[in-house]
């Protein structure tokens, strides 16, 4: 693959223009990515060029949006072949509190649970008090917090907090989005047990953490 297909497809994102993107995408396939690698070495790097130039005021937030949402429109290309089988272990998964921008948690949300995961999407804007709820609801032991603005990013510790608050020390907290990856210290002052940097990380990491810390399921 092309050192430049990610800037290809980046501008195929800010141009609204998911043909082109899908384009970009099946050439990488044929240039010999496999199917399972095209999240982390293709389509998180186009991710990260528009938060980059989102963050550097390069594209304003109405192209940011539209650009996002030519990026979920895609997403099944990118997205990780089947794995069978049930893993008997439950995930949460959302965006935090004020945070609308569900690209990369639909895509680990769709790898997830292709892995055989349960998960439990909860969707966008979700409130720490959302995330406790369910979790004493499905029982779940790993919880996986979203973000894309420096803000929601930072509002993270809220999650950790009202876990802990009510008990749930032993709640996973994975989180995932560019604030993150750019600056891990962000994740460690949320309390965060690790940070998901793309479709394979988040299988690998949630398969670990079940089978380290959760022993059969959660």
């Not at 962000?186 to 394979?200: F, M, P, S």
Request: glycine share 8%; proline share 5%; hydrophobic share 50%.
């Amino acid at each position: 693959m092309s050192d430049e297909a990610p800037i290809r497809l980046y501008r195929a994102f800010v141009a609204q223009d998911p043909a082109t993107a899908i384009k970009v995408i099946e050439g990488a396939r044929s240039g010999g990515t496999p199917q399972a690698q095209l999240f982390d070495a293709l389509f998180a790097p186009a991710l990260a060029l528009l938060g980059a130039a989102w963050a550097a005021g390069e594209v304003d937030e109405v192209t940011f949006t539209q650009a996002a949402v030519v990026a979920e429109q895609i997403t099944s290309f990118v997205t990780p072949p089947p794995v069978t089988g049930d893993t008997g272990v439950t995930v949460l998964i959302g965006c935090m509190h004020k945070d609308r921008h569900a690209v990369v948690k639909n895509i680990v949300a769709a790898a997830l649970k292709e892995a055989g995961n349960r998960v439990v999407d909860l969707g966008v804007d979700v409130r720490p008090a959302e995330y406790l709820e369910k979790v004493e609801e499905t029982g779940a032991r790993i919880v996986i917090v979203c973000a894309e603005i420096m803000q929601t990013a930072r509002a993270v510790g809220r999650v950790r907090d009202m876990l802990r608050t009510a008990g749930h020390d032993d709640v996973v907290l994975l989180v995932a989005g560019g604030p993150f990856e750019a600056d891990p210290d962000i994740a460690k002052q949320a309390g965060a047990n690790g940070v998901l940097r793309g479709a394979e990380s988040a299988i690998r990491l949630v398969a670990r953490v079940a089978s380290d810390r959760l022993g059969a399921a959660s």
